[in-house]
Protein backbone atom coordinates (compact mmCIF):
# COMPACT_ATOMS: atom_id res chain seq x y z
CA UNK A 1 0.00 0.00 0.00
CA UNK A 2 1.19 3.32 -0.57
CA UNK A 3 1.75 5.56 1.97
CA UNK A 4 2.55 9.09 2.55
CA UNK A 5 5.88 9.61 3.09
CA UNK A 6 6.95 11.05 6.95
CA UNK A 7 7.35 14.71 5.16
CA UNK A 8 5.57 18.03 6.10
CA UNK A 9 2.47 18.40 4.48
CA UNK A 10 0.52 22.04 3.52
CA UNK A 11 -2.63 23.21 2.28
CA UNK A 12 -3.17 26.43 0.38
CA UNK A 13 -6.60 27.58 -1.18
CA UNK A 14 -7.30 30.49 -3.65
CA UNK A 15 -9.62 33.69 -3.41
CA UNK A 16 -10.66 36.72 -5.67
CA UNK A 17 -13.11 37.69 -7.26
CA UNK A 18 -15.83 35.51 -9.97
CA UNK A 19 -13.40 35.65 -13.42
CA UNK A 20 -10.61 35.89 -11.99
CA UNK A 21 -8.85 32.81 -13.19
CA UNK A 22 -8.74 31.22 -9.93
CA UNK A 23 -9.75 27.81 -11.28
CA UNK A 24 -7.78 28.28 -14.61
CA UNK A 25 -4.66 28.41 -12.35
CA UNK A 26 -5.43 25.81 -10.15
CA UNK A 27 -5.59 23.86 -13.48
CA UNK A 28 -2.48 24.99 -15.08
CA UNK A 29 -0.18 24.49 -11.90
CA UNK A 30 -1.66 20.63 -11.17
CA UNK A 31 -3.35 19.84 -14.31
CA UNK A 32 -5.97 18.94 -12.49
CA UNK A 33 -9.72 20.79 -13.51
CA UNK A 34 -11.55 21.88 -9.93
CA UNK A 35 -14.21 22.54 -11.24
CA UNK A 36 -15.43 18.92 -10.59
CA UNK A 37 -19.53 19.38 -11.13
CA UNK A 38 -21.47 19.33 -14.28
CA UNK A 39 -23.42 23.12 -13.83
CA UNK A 40 -19.54 24.36 -13.56
CA UNK A 41 -18.33 23.30 -16.31
CA UNK A 42 -21.19 24.36 -18.14
CA UNK A 43 -21.74 27.57 -16.96
CA UNK A 44 -17.52 28.07 -16.19
CA UNK A 45 -18.45 29.14 -12.91
CA UNK A 46 -16.79 27.66 -9.21
CA UNK A 47 -20.31 27.57 -7.38
CA UNK A 48 -18.98 24.94 -4.75
CA UNK A 49 -14.97 23.92 -3.08
CA UNK A 50 -12.46 22.44 -5.96
CA UNK A 51 -9.42 20.27 -4.79
CA UNK A 52 -6.15 19.52 -6.80
CA UNK A 53 -2.53 17.68 -5.66
CA UNK A 54 0.72 19.39 -5.93
CA UNK A 55 4.00 18.21 -5.13
CA UNK A 56 6.58 20.61 -4.57
CA UNK A 57 10.31 20.16 -6.49
CA UNK A 58 11.87 18.64 -2.70
CA UNK A 59 8.65 16.17 -2.29
CA UNK A 60 6.32 18.34 0.05
CA UNK A 61 2.70 16.79 -0.49
CA UNK A 62 0.46 20.27 -1.60
CA UNK A 63 -3.45 20.65 -0.81
CA UNK A 64 -4.88 23.18 -3.54
CA UNK A 65 -8.48 24.36 -2.45
CA UNK A 66 -10.16 26.05 -5.07
CA UNK A 67 -12.80 28.20 -3.56
CA UNK A 68 -15.61 30.07 -5.81
CA UNK A 69 -15.58 34.09 -6.23
CA UNK A 70 -19.53 35.07 -6.53
CA UNK A 71 -20.89 36.86 -3.74
CA UNK A 72 -23.64 34.72 -3.66
CA UNK A 73 -21.22 31.31 -2.73
CA UNK A 74 -19.11 33.26 0.23
CA UNK A 75 -20.46 30.62 2.84
CA UNK A 76 -18.60 27.67 0.94
CA UNK A 77 -15.76 30.38 0.19
CA UNK A 78 -15.79 30.35 3.80
CA UNK A 79 -15.94 26.25 4.23
CA UNK A 80 -12.95 26.40 2.22
CA UNK A 81 -10.91 28.35 3.76
CA UNK A 82 -11.24 25.91 7.44
CA UNK A 83 -7.63 24.73 7.89
CA UNK A 84 -5.93 27.24 5.26
CA UNK A 85 -2.12 27.69 5.18
CA UNK A 86 -1.45 29.66 2.39
CA UNK A 87 -3.79 31.93 0.13
CA UNK A 88 -3.39 33.13 -3.30
CA UNK A 89 -4.91 36.28 -3.87
CA UNK A 90 -5.76 35.97 -7.54
CA UNK A 91 -6.63 39.59 -9.34
CA UNK A 92 -6.97 39.39 -13.33
CA UNK A 93 -4.99 42.17 -15.01
CA UNK A 94 -7.84 43.62 -16.96
CA UNK A 95 -9.68 43.98 -13.52
CA UNK A 96 -7.87 44.55 -10.89
CA UNK A 97 -9.19 45.34 -7.58
CA UNK A 98 -13.24 44.12 -7.31
CA UNK A 99 -15.43 43.74 -4.48
CA UNK A 100 -14.74 40.12 -4.16
CA UNK A 101 -11.54 40.53 -4.06
CA UNK A 102 -11.75 43.18 -0.68
CA UNK A 103 -14.27 40.84 0.70
CA UNK A 104 -12.36 37.87 0.01
CA UNK A 105 -9.19 39.63 1.96
CA UNK A 106 -11.33 40.88 4.47
CA UNK A 107 -12.81 37.37 5.42
CA UNK A 108 -9.36 36.04 5.45
CA UNK A 109 -8.06 38.45 7.86
CA UNK A 110 -10.87 37.58 10.00
CA UNK A 111 -10.27 33.78 9.67
CA UNK A 112 -6.67 34.48 11.07
CA UNK A 113 -4.41 33.82 7.73
CA UNK A 114 -0.79 35.32 8.02
CA UNK A 115 0.71 33.52 5.22
CA UNK A 116 -0.17 34.42 1.05
CA UNK A 117 0.92 36.24 -1.94
CA UNK A 118 -1.07 37.87 -4.36
CA UNK A 119 -0.88 36.10 -8.54
CA UNK A 120 -1.73 38.61 -10.86
CA UNK A 121 -3.53 36.57 -13.80
CA UNK A 122 -4.42 37.45 -17.37
CA UNK A 123 -1.64 39.73 -18.22
CA UNK A 124 -1.79 38.39 -21.78
CA UNK A 125 -4.77 40.21 -21.95
CA UNK A 126 -3.80 43.63 -21.48
CA UNK A 127 -1.84 46.63 -22.90
CA UNK A 128 1.88 46.75 -21.80
CA UNK A 129 2.05 48.87 -18.20
CA UNK A 130 -1.41 47.87 -17.26
CA UNK A 131 0.38 45.12 -15.22
CA UNK A 132 2.14 47.89 -13.23
CA UNK A 133 -0.79 50.37 -12.28
CA UNK A 134 -2.95 46.80 -11.31
CA UNK A 135 0.26 46.38 -8.98
CA UNK A 136 0.45 50.46 -7.93
CA UNK A 137 -3.33 49.57 -6.88
CA UNK A 138 -2.69 46.37 -5.12
CA UNK A 139 0.09 48.34 -2.71
CA UNK A 140 -2.51 50.37 -1.97
CA UNK A 141 -5.35 47.44 -1.62
CA UNK A 142 -3.11 45.64 1.01
CA UNK A 143 -1.71 48.35 2.89
CA UNK A 144 -2.46 47.26 7.18
CA UNK A 145 -3.12 43.71 6.19
CA UNK A 146 -1.01 40.55 6.34
CA UNK A 147 -0.47 40.54 2.99
CA UNK A 148 1.07 43.91 2.70
CA UNK A 149 4.55 43.32 0.95
CA UNK A 150 3.64 40.08 -0.37
CA UNK A 151 4.94 39.42 -3.70
CA UNK A 152 2.87 40.14 -6.64
CA UNK A 153 3.62 37.63 -9.07
CA UNK A 154 2.39 38.19 -12.65
CA UNK A 155 1.43 35.20 -15.01
CA UNK A 156 -1.17 34.00 -17.88
CA UNK A 157 -3.13 30.92 -17.45
CA UNK A 158 -3.52 30.53 -21.51
CA UNK A 159 0.20 31.21 -22.28
CA UNK A 160 1.60 30.02 -19.28
CA UNK A 161 4.23 33.13 -18.91
CA UNK A 162 4.86 33.10 -15.35
CA UNK A 163 3.95 29.85 -14.05
CA UNK A 164 6.86 29.06 -12.99
CA UNK A 165 7.49 32.08 -11.04
CA UNK A 166 3.69 31.57 -9.20
CA UNK A 167 5.65 27.86 -8.55
CA UNK A 168 8.90 28.95 -7.02
CA UNK A 169 6.70 31.18 -4.94
CA UNK A 170 4.36 29.17 -3.85
CA UNK A 171 7.14 26.34 -2.83
CA UNK A 172 8.85 29.13 -0.79
CA UNK A 173 5.48 29.65 1.12
CA UNK A 174 4.51 26.20 1.62
CA UNK A 175 8.50 25.55 3.61
CA UNK A 176 7.62 28.43 5.91
CA UNK A 177 4.32 27.12 7.27
CA UNK A 178 5.62 25.07 10.44
CA UNK A 179 4.26 21.42 11.32
CA UNK A 180 1.33 21.40 12.46
CA UNK A 181 0.67 19.91 16.19
CA UNK A 182 -1.03 16.88 15.96
CA UNK A 183 -2.17 16.89 19.93
CA UNK A 184 -5.43 16.87 21.42
CA UNK A 185 -8.24 15.26 20.63
CA UNK A 186 -8.90 14.79 16.73
CA UNK A 187 -11.49 16.73 15.14
CA UNK A 188 -12.12 17.55 10.94
CA UNK A 189 -15.28 19.97 9.77
CA UNK A 190 -16.89 18.46 6.84
CA UNK A 191 -16.30 19.98 3.68
CA UNK A 192 -18.11 17.32 1.66
CA UNK A 193 -19.07 14.08 1.58
CA UNK A 194 -20.18 11.28 -0.84
CA UNK A 195 -20.01 7.71 -1.73
CA UNK A 196 -17.65 5.14 -3.44
CA UNK A 197 -19.29 2.14 -4.71
CA UNK A 198 -17.86 -0.86 -2.92
CA UNK A 199 -16.43 1.50 -0.21
CA UNK A 200 -19.27 3.84 1.17
CA UNK A 201 -19.42 6.77 2.82
CA UNK A 202 -16.58 8.94 2.06
CA UNK A 203 -15.83 12.42 4.14
CA UNK A 204 -13.01 14.88 3.53
CA UNK A 205 -11.67 17.74 5.19
CA UNK A 206 -8.64 19.46 7.18
CA UNK A 207 -8.39 18.15 10.48
CA UNK A 208 -7.97 21.24 13.17
CA UNK A 209 -6.34 18.78 15.53
CA UNK A 210 -5.62 15.43 16.89
CA UNK A 211 -4.87 12.53 14.50
CA UNK A 212 -6.97 9.60 13.53
CA UNK A 213 -6.00 6.09 12.38
CA UNK A 214 -7.46 2.96 10.47
CA UNK A 215 -10.19 0.87 12.98
CA UNK A 216 -10.52 4.36 15.16
CA UNK A 217 -14.55 5.36 16.25
CA UNK A 218 -15.63 8.37 16.00
CA UNK A 219 -18.43 10.88 16.25
CA UNK A 220 -20.40 12.31 14.09
CA UNK A 221 -22.15 15.64 15.31
CA UNK A 222 -24.59 17.08 15.64
CA UNK A 223 -26.41 13.60 15.21
CA UNK A 224 -24.50 11.67 17.58
CA UNK A 225 -24.00 8.48 15.82
CA UNK A 226 -20.47 6.61 15.97
CA UNK A 227 -19.01 5.49 12.73
CA UNK A 228 -15.19 3.55 12.30
CA UNK A 229 -12.50 4.52 10.25
CA UNK A 230 -12.32 1.62 7.67
CA UNK A 231 -9.64 3.95 5.64
CA UNK A 232 -7.76 6.69 5.23
CA UNK A 233 -6.65 9.00 3.06
CA UNK A 234 -4.02 11.87 2.82
CA UNK A 235 -3.87 14.10 -0.27
CA UNK A 236 -5.27 11.33 -2.28
CA UNK A 237 -2.65 8.52 -0.84
CA UNK A 238 -3.74 5.76 1.28
CA UNK A 239 -2.50 6.00 5.20
CA UNK A 240 -2.73 3.94 8.23
CA UNK A 241 -2.71 7.58 10.35
CA UNK A 242 -3.64 11.12 9.33
CA UNK A 243 -3.70 14.53 11.78
CA UNK A 244 -4.20 17.51 11.54
CA UNK A 245 -2.79 19.81 8.99
CA UNK A 246 -3.39 17.47 6.09
CA UNK A 247 -6.10 17.20 3.48
CA UNK A 248 -8.20 13.79 4.25
CA UNK A 249 -10.40 11.58 3.46
CA UNK A 250 -12.03 9.12 5.91
CA UNK A 251 -14.06 6.01 4.81
CA UNK A 252 -16.67 5.82 7.13
CA UNK A 253 -18.75 2.82 7.96
CA UNK A 254 -22.18 2.82 10.02
CA UNK A 255 -23.59 6.07 8.79
CA UNK A 256 -25.06 7.63 5.44
CA UNK A 257 -23.70 9.85 3.57
CA UNK A 258 -27.01 11.94 2.70
CA UNK A 259 -27.21 12.03 6.15
CA UNK A 260 -23.94 14.06 6.97
CA UNK A 261 -22.60 16.96 4.50
CA UNK A 262 -21.13 20.82 5.31
CA UNK A 263 -21.62 21.83 8.69
CA UNK A 264 -21.21 18.63 10.67
CA UNK A 265 -17.55 17.15 11.97
CA UNK A 266 -16.15 13.92 12.97
CA UNK A 267 -14.58 13.85 16.46
CA UNK A 268 -13.02 11.76 18.51
CA UNK A 269 -15.74 10.39 21.18
CA UNK A 270 -17.90 11.94 23.70
CA UNK A 271 -15.46 15.51 24.04
CA UNK A 272 -17.15 17.88 21.20
CA UNK A 273 -20.85 18.94 21.49
CA UNK A 274 -22.98 20.81 19.48
CA UNK A 275 -24.22 24.46 21.03
CA UNK A 276 -26.38 27.48 20.61
CA UNK A 277 -24.58 30.09 22.47
CA UNK A 278 -20.95 31.07 21.42
CA UNK A 279 -19.29 33.40 23.49
CA UNK A 280 -16.98 35.63 21.43
CA UNK A 281 -14.52 38.31 21.16
CA UNK A 282 -16.29 40.23 17.73
CA UNK A 283 -14.37 43.07 15.81
CA UNK A 284 -16.31 44.97 13.47
CA UNK A 285 -15.06 45.79 10.02
CA UNK A 286 -13.39 49.39 9.20
CA UNK A 287 -14.92 49.13 5.83
CA UNK A 288 -18.82 48.29 7.34
CA UNK A 289 -18.75 52.43 7.52
CA UNK A 290 -21.87 52.67 10.27
CA UNK A 291 -22.10 51.72 14.13
CA UNK A 292 -23.38 48.55 14.78
CA UNK A 293 -26.44 47.87 17.59
CA UNK A 294 -26.52 44.41 19.86
CA UNK A 295 -29.13 41.81 19.03
CA UNK A 296 -28.73 42.37 15.21
CA UNK A 297 -29.76 39.06 13.28
CA UNK A 298 -26.88 38.12 11.59
CA UNK A 299 -25.61 34.36 9.16
CA UNK A 300 -23.00 32.82 11.52
CA UNK A 301 -19.78 30.99 9.72
CA UNK A 302 -17.01 28.77 11.41
CA UNK A 303 -15.41 26.45 10.00
CA UNK A 304 -17.59 24.47 7.41
CA UNK A 305 -20.82 25.53 9.17
CA UNK A 306 -23.28 27.96 8.45
CA UNK A 307 -26.97 29.11 10.51
CA UNK A 308 -28.66 32.07 11.41
CA UNK A 309 -28.69 33.93 15.04
CA UNK A 310 -28.25 37.01 16.66
CA UNK A 311 -25.46 38.87 18.12
CA UNK A 312 -25.72 39.91 21.82
CA UNK A 313 -22.92 42.40 22.63
CA UNK A 314 -22.15 42.23 26.10
CA UNK A 315 -19.57 44.91 27.43
CA UNK A 316 -21.27 47.76 25.60
CA UNK A 317 -24.44 48.52 23.64
CA UNK A 318 -23.09 48.95 20.12
CA UNK A 319 -20.05 48.74 18.21
CA UNK A 320 -18.09 51.49 16.11
CA UNK A 321 -15.83 50.75 12.97
CA UNK A 322 -12.89 48.84 13.76
CA UNK A 323 -14.02 48.35 17.34
CA UNK A 324 -14.06 45.57 18.99
CA UNK A 325 -16.53 44.05 21.99
CA UNK A 326 -17.09 40.67 23.65
CA UNK A 327 -20.14 38.86 22.86
CA UNK A 328 -22.71 36.03 22.39
CA UNK A 329 -24.04 34.95 19.74
CA UNK A 330 -27.09 33.10 20.15
CA UNK A 331 -28.13 30.76 16.87
CA UNK A 332 -30.93 28.99 15.57
CA UNK A 333 -29.16 25.91 15.07
CA UNK A 334 -26.45 24.28 17.29
CA UNK A 335 -22.73 24.05 16.23
CA UNK A 336 -19.40 22.16 16.78
CA UNK A 337 -16.68 24.63 17.61
CA UNK A 338 -13.45 24.79 20.16
CA UNK A 339 -12.05 27.46 21.89
CA UNK A 340 -9.37 30.02 19.39
CA UNK A 341 -11.62 28.89 16.51
CA UNK A 342 -12.04 31.94 14.25
CA UNK A 343 -15.56 32.92 13.05
CA UNK A 344 -17.60 35.28 10.99
CA UNK A 345 -20.40 37.14 10.72
CA UNK A 346 -22.54 38.66 7.83
CA UNK A 347 -25.66 40.60 7.97
CA UNK A 348 -28.55 38.15 7.85
CA UNK A 349 -30.36 40.53 4.73
CA UNK A 350 -29.05 42.06 2.79
CA UNK A 351 -25.99 39.89 3.14
CA UNK A 352 -22.85 41.62 3.81
CA UNK A 353 -19.67 40.77 5.42
CA UNK A 354 -19.87 42.47 9.22
CA UNK A 355 -16.64 41.14 10.78
CA UNK A 356 -15.89 38.28 13.43
CA UNK A 357 -13.07 37.24 15.31
CA UNK A 358 -12.41 34.05 18.05
CA UNK A 359 -14.71 31.94 19.56
CA UNK A 360 -13.66 31.89 23.68
CA UNK A 361 -16.12 28.98 24.54
CA UNK A 362 -19.93 28.05 24.94
CA UNK A 363 -22.51 28.48 27.51
CA UNK A 364 -25.47 27.10 28.91
CA UNK A 365 -26.87 30.36 29.35
CA UNK A 366 -28.13 33.41 27.91
CA UNK A 367 -25.96 36.27 29.24
CA UNK A 368 -27.04 39.49 30.11
CA UNK A 369 -25.63 42.95 28.97
CA UNK A 370 -23.33 45.09 31.17
CA UNK A 371 -22.48 42.14 33.78
CA UNK A 372 -18.75 42.85 35.23
CA UNK A 373 -18.81 39.22 36.20
CA UNK A 374 -19.57 37.75 32.56
CA UNK A 375 -17.00 40.07 30.84
CA UNK A 376 -14.29 39.41 33.65
CA UNK A 377 -14.68 35.71 32.81
CA UNK A 378 -14.94 36.18 29.08
CA UNK A 379 -11.34 38.56 29.35
CA UNK A 380 -10.23 35.46 31.38
CA UNK A 381 -10.91 32.50 28.62
CA UNK A 382 -9.73 35.37 26.07
CA UNK A 383 -5.87 35.45 27.58
CA UNK A 384 -6.01 31.46 28.38
CA UNK A 385 -5.84 30.83 24.74
CA UNK A 386 -3.22 28.90 23.75
CA UNK A 387 -2.43 27.73 26.98
CA UNK A 388 -4.41 24.67 27.97
CA UNK A 389 -3.44 24.52 31.57
CA UNK A 390 -5.20 28.76 32.66
CA UNK A 391 -8.16 27.82 30.01
CA UNK A 392 -8.52 25.10 32.24
CA UNK A 393 -9.25 27.80 35.52
CA UNK A 394 -11.04 30.19 33.60
CA UNK A 395 -13.72 27.77 32.60
CA UNK A 396 -13.49 26.15 36.16
CA UNK A 397 -13.74 29.75 37.38
CA UNK A 398 -16.67 31.10 35.02
CA UNK A 399 -18.71 28.36 36.20
CA UNK A 400 -18.75 30.59 39.83
CA UNK A 401 -20.71 28.82 42.16
CA UNK A 402 -21.66 25.68 40.26
CA UNK A 403 -19.19 23.19 40.88
CA UNK A 404 -18.02 21.28 38.05
CA UNK A 405 -17.63 17.54 37.79
CA UNK A 406 -14.36 16.16 36.69
CA UNK A 407 -16.14 14.04 33.96
CA UNK A 408 -17.65 17.19 32.26
CA UNK A 409 -14.59 18.84 32.05
CA UNK A 410 -13.00 17.65 28.94
CA UNK A 411 -16.30 18.22 27.13
CA UNK A 412 -16.29 22.14 28.28
CA UNK A 413 -12.42 22.56 27.43
CA UNK A 414 -12.08 20.78 24.39
CA UNK A 415 -9.68 18.23 25.91
CA UNK A 416 -8.97 14.75 26.39
CA UNK A 417 -9.37 13.22 29.80
CA UNK A 418 -5.96 12.48 29.81
CA UNK A 419 -5.02 16.03 28.98
CA UNK A 420 -7.29 17.62 31.81
CA UNK A 421 -6.83 15.65 34.72
CA UNK A 422 -2.44 16.63 35.49
CA UNK A 423 -3.48 19.79 35.14
CA UNK A 424 -6.45 20.17 37.68
CA UNK A 425 -3.90 18.22 40.14
CA UNK A 426 -1.07 20.83 39.49
CA UNK A 427 -4.26 23.63 40.08
CA UNK A 428 -5.64 22.10 43.29
CA UNK A 429 -2.30 22.10 44.67
CA UNK A 430 -1.52 25.36 44.05
CA UNK A 431 -4.35 26.06 45.53
CA UNK A 432 -6.16 28.13 42.56
CA UNK A 433 -9.25 25.56 42.95
CA UNK A 434 -10.65 23.01 44.99
CA UNK A 435 -12.31 19.81 45.10
CA UNK A 436 -16.00 19.78 47.34
CA UNK A 437 -15.64 17.24 49.98
CA UNK A 438 -17.35 13.79 49.85
CA UNK A 439 -18.58 14.81 45.89
CA UNK A 440 -14.83 15.34 44.40
CA UNK A 441 -16.40 18.07 41.99
CA UNK A 442 -14.56 21.46 41.25
CA UNK A 443 -14.79 25.09 42.40
CA UNK A 444 -12.30 28.06 41.53
CA UNK A 445 -10.81 29.46 44.69
CA UNK A 446 -12.58 33.06 44.20
CA UNK A 447 -16.32 31.73 43.85
CA UNK A 448 -15.33 29.81 46.89
CA UNK A 449 -14.77 33.58 49.08
CA UNK A 450 -17.72 34.50 46.99
CA UNK A 451 -19.70 31.99 48.78
CA UNK A 452 -17.93 32.21 52.19
CA UNK A 453 -19.46 35.89 52.29
CA UNK A 454 -22.77 34.23 51.29
CA UNK A 455 -22.90 32.03 54.07
CA UNK A 456 -21.79 35.06 56.14
CA UNK A 457 -24.98 37.19 55.40
CA UNK A 458 -27.08 33.79 55.47
CA UNK A 459 -26.00 33.22 58.98
CA UNK A 460 -26.98 36.86 60.06
CA UNK A 461 -30.19 36.58 58.93
CA UNK A 462 -30.55 33.20 61.05
CA UNK A 463 -29.35 34.67 64.12
CA UNK A 464 -32.03 37.75 63.60
CA UNK A 465 -34.47 35.31 62.86
CA UNK A 466 -33.42 32.91 66.32
CA UNK A 467 -31.74 34.89 68.90
CA UNK A 468 -31.02 31.85 71.24
CA UNK A 469 -29.07 29.65 69.27
CA UNK A 470 -26.21 29.47 69.41
CA UNK A 471 -25.39 28.50 66.03
CA UNK A 472 -26.94 26.65 63.29
CA UNK A 473 -26.96 23.22 61.24
CA UNK A 474 -25.01 22.49 57.92
CA UNK A 475 -28.27 21.68 56.22
CA UNK A 476 -30.31 24.97 57.57
CA UNK A 477 -27.55 27.41 56.21
CA UNK A 478 -27.46 25.18 52.90
CA UNK A 479 -31.26 25.65 52.13
CA UNK A 480 -30.80 29.69 53.07
CA UNK A 481 -28.38 29.72 50.30
CA UNK A 482 -29.80 27.84 48.28
CA UNK A 483 -26.23 25.71 47.38
CA UNK A 484 -25.64 21.75 48.21
CA UNK A 485 -24.46 21.25 51.85
CA UNK A 486 -21.50 19.60 50.41
CA UNK A 487 -20.44 23.21 48.83
CA UNK A 488 -21.78 25.12 51.69
CA UNK A 489 -19.31 23.55 54.06
CA UNK A 490 -16.46 24.63 51.64
CA UNK A 491 -17.83 27.91 51.82
CA UNK A 492 -18.02 27.60 55.47
CA UNK A 493 -14.54 26.58 55.81
CA UNK A 494 -13.07 29.58 54.32
CA UNK A 495 -15.48 31.74 56.35
CA UNK A 496 -13.85 29.56 59.01
CA UNK A 497 -10.21 30.11 58.12
CA UNK A 498 -10.74 33.76 57.35
CA UNK A 499 -11.57 33.94 61.10
CA UNK A 500 -15.48 35.21 60.63
CA UNK A 501 -17.30 32.77 61.41
CA UNK A 502 -16.58 30.20 64.06
CA UNK A 503 -17.76 26.18 64.61
CA UNK A 504 -18.96 23.87 67.18
CA UNK A 505 -19.83 20.57 66.12
CA UNK A 506 -22.26 20.34 64.53
CA UNK A 507 -23.00 24.15 64.27
CA UNK A 508 -22.05 27.28 62.79
CA UNK A 509 -21.71 31.10 64.17
CA UNK A 510 -20.85 34.44 62.84
CA UNK A 511 -18.32 35.65 65.50
CA UNK A 512 -19.67 38.99 64.62
CA UNK A 513 -22.89 38.41 66.05
CA UNK A 514 -23.24 39.69 69.46
CA UNK A 515 -26.72 38.21 70.22
CA UNK A 516 -29.80 39.59 70.84
CA UNK A 517 -30.66 38.60 74.49
CA UNK A 518 -32.51 40.99 76.93
CA UNK A 519 -30.92 41.90 79.44
CA UNK A 520 -33.13 39.87 81.44
CA UNK A 521 -32.56 37.14 79.30
CA UNK A 522 -28.64 37.46 80.31
CA UNK A 523 -30.36 37.20 83.87
CA UNK A 524 -32.05 34.14 83.22
CA UNK A 525 -29.80 32.31 81.24
CA UNK A 526 -26.91 32.82 83.92
CA UNK A 527 -29.49 31.60 86.68
CA UNK A 528 -30.33 28.46 84.55
CA UNK A 529 -26.46 27.47 83.95
CA UNK A 530 -25.90 27.79 88.10
CA UNK A 531 -29.22 25.86 88.93
CA UNK A 532 -27.98 23.24 86.49
CA UNK A 533 -24.67 22.85 88.25
CA UNK A 534 -25.49 22.65 91.76
CA UNK A 535 -28.39 20.47 91.25
CA UNK A 536 -25.44 17.50 89.20
CA UNK A 537 -27.72 14.48 88.85
CA UNK A 538 -30.77 16.02 90.05
CA UNK A 539 -31.45 19.02 87.67
CA UNK A 540 -35.23 19.84 87.64
CA UNK A 541 -37.54 19.27 84.50
CA UNK A 542 -37.76 22.43 82.21
CA UNK A 543 -41.19 23.08 83.68
CA UNK A 544 -40.28 22.86 86.73
CA UNK A 545 -37.78 25.43 86.04
CA UNK A 546 -40.00 27.15 84.61
CA UNK A 547 -42.49 27.57 87.51
CA UNK A 548 -39.61 28.60 89.23
CA UNK A 549 -38.56 31.44 87.55
CA UNK A 550 -41.95 32.52 86.99
CA UNK A 551 -41.39 32.88 83.18
CA UNK A 552 -42.74 30.78 80.13
CA UNK A 553 -41.74 27.53 79.70
CA UNK A 554 -41.21 28.08 75.84
CA UNK A 555 -38.75 30.60 77.02
CA UNK A 556 -37.00 28.83 79.06
CA UNK A 557 -36.58 25.45 76.60
CA UNK A 558 -34.94 28.72 74.28
CA UNK A 559 -32.94 29.28 77.10
CA UNK A 560 -31.72 25.58 77.52
CA UNK A 561 -30.90 24.99 73.62
CA UNK A 562 -28.42 28.37 73.80
CA UNK A 563 -26.87 26.77 76.56
CA UNK A 564 -26.77 23.47 74.92
CA UNK A 565 -24.75 25.43 72.09
CA UNK A 566 -22.17 26.86 73.80
CA UNK A 567 -21.39 23.47 75.04
CA UNK A 568 -22.71 24.47 78.95
CA UNK A 569 -25.29 21.82 78.90
CA UNK A 570 -26.85 18.64 77.24
CA UNK A 571 -30.32 17.50 76.54
CA UNK A 572 -30.40 13.80 77.18
CA UNK A 573 -34.16 13.41 76.56
CA UNK A 574 -37.27 15.73 76.64
CA UNK A 575 -37.18 15.79 80.22
CA UNK A 576 -33.42 15.46 81.44
CA UNK A 577 -31.01 18.34 80.86
CA UNK A 578 -27.59 17.92 82.74
CA UNK A 579 -24.85 20.67 82.86
CA UNK A 580 -21.60 19.83 81.23
CA UNK A 581 -19.51 19.37 84.15
CA UNK A 582 -22.28 16.95 85.83
CA UNK A 583 -21.80 15.11 82.40
CA UNK A 584 -18.23 14.81 82.26
CA UNK A 585 -18.16 13.55 85.77
CA UNK A 586 -20.48 10.85 85.26
CA UNK A 587 -18.92 9.89 81.76
CA UNK A 588 -14.92 9.72 84.27
CA UNK A 589 -16.61 7.36 86.69
CA UNK A 590 -18.15 5.01 84.41
CA UNK A 591 -14.62 5.10 82.26
CA UNK A 592 -12.87 4.24 85.52
CA UNK A 593 -15.36 1.61 86.29
CA UNK A 594 -15.13 0.05 83.21
CA UNK A 595 -11.20 0.01 83.26
CA UNK A 596 -11.02 -1.48 86.31
CA UNK A 597 -13.76 -4.31 86.34
CA UNK A 598 -14.22 -4.58 82.52
CA UNK A 599 -17.81 -3.43 82.34
CA UNK A 600 -20.74 -1.89 83.89
CA UNK A 601 -24.44 -3.21 84.65
CA UNK A 602 -27.64 -0.72 84.54
CA UNK A 603 -27.62 -1.13 88.51
CA UNK A 604 -24.03 -0.72 89.07
CA UNK A 605 -23.87 2.74 87.14
CA UNK A 606 -26.89 3.96 89.43
CA UNK A 607 -24.36 3.32 92.36
CA UNK A 608 -21.37 4.68 90.08
CA UNK A 609 -22.46 8.04 88.70
CA UNK A 610 -25.09 8.59 92.00
CA UNK A 611 -28.72 9.20 90.52
CA UNK A 612 -31.75 7.65 89.56
CA UNK A 613 -33.20 5.19 86.70
CA UNK A 614 -34.56 8.40 85.31
CA UNK A 615 -31.00 10.05 84.62
CA UNK A 616 -29.07 7.31 84.39
CA UNK A 617 -30.63 5.59 81.47
CA UNK A 618 -30.57 8.85 79.23
CA UNK A 619 -26.78 8.83 80.47
CA UNK A 620 -25.81 5.54 79.40
CA UNK A 621 -27.82 5.59 76.41
CA UNK A 622 -25.94 8.90 75.29
CA UNK A 623 -22.45 7.15 76.08
CA UNK A 624 -23.65 4.45 73.52
CA UNK A 625 -24.49 7.07 70.99
CA UNK A 626 -21.07 9.01 71.15
CA UNK A 627 -19.11 5.93 70.71
CA UNK A 628 -18.12 5.91 74.34
CA UNK A 629 -19.51 2.69 75.36
CA UNK A 630 -21.02 -0.84 73.78
CA UNK A 631 -24.55 -2.52 74.87
CA UNK A 632 -24.97 -5.98 75.24
CA UNK A 633 -28.47 -6.65 77.04
CA UNK A 634 -27.72 -4.76 80.58
CA UNK A 635 -24.17 -4.81 80.32
CA UNK A 636 -21.99 -2.28 79.05
CA UNK A 637 -18.08 -2.24 77.65
CA UNK A 638 -15.92 0.63 77.24
CA UNK A 639 -16.03 0.53 73.08
CA UNK A 640 -12.24 0.50 70.99
CA UNK A 641 -11.09 3.70 70.33
CA UNK A 642 -12.64 4.92 73.70
CA UNK A 643 -10.17 7.05 74.34
CA UNK A 644 -10.45 9.40 72.00
CA UNK A 645 -13.90 10.58 73.34
CA UNK A 646 -12.20 11.46 76.73
CA UNK A 647 -9.09 13.00 75.32
CA UNK A 648 -10.77 16.69 75.12
CA UNK A 649 -11.03 16.52 78.88
CA UNK A 650 -7.18 15.45 79.25
Not at 142 to 165: I, K, Q
Not at 179 to 192: E, H, M, N, T, W
Not at 206 to 231: C, F, H, I, T, Y
Not at 429 to 436: E, H, Q, S
Request: proline share 6%; with cysteine.
Amino acid sequence: METVPEIFRAVVGTAGHIDHGKSSLVKALTGTDPDRLKEERERGLTIDLGYAEYTTTTGRQVGLIDVPGHERFIRNMVAGATGLDVVMLVVAADDSVMPQTREHLEIMRILGLTRGFVVMTKIDLVEEGMPDLVEEELADFTRGTFLEGAPVVRCSNVTGEGLDAVRAELERQVATVPPKDASGPFRLPIQRSFTVKGHGTVVTGVPLSGSVAVGDALEVLPQGVVARVRSIQAHHLSVPRAGAGQRVALNLSDVNWKDVGRGCSVCAPGIFSASPLIEVRFKLLPSFGRKLASHVPVRFHANTTETLGTLVLLDAKEVDPGGDVFAQVRLEEPVIVAPGDRFLLRLASPERTLGGGLILGETKFRHKQSRNWITDNLAAKEQALGDRAAYVEAVIRAQSLHPVAPGDLPAMVRATEAETQPIVDALVTKGRIVRVPGLGTLLHVEPVEVGARAVEESLSALHQANHYAWGFGLFDIASSVRHPPAVVELFLADAVRRGTVERQNPEWRLRAFKGGLSQEDRRLIGWLEERLRSTGMATPLPADLAKEAQRPEKRILNLLTMLEAQGKAKRLDESVVLHREALDAARDRVVAHCVEKGQITSIEAKDVIGGTRKYVIPLLEHFDAIGLTVRKDSVRTLKPGWESIVAPKA
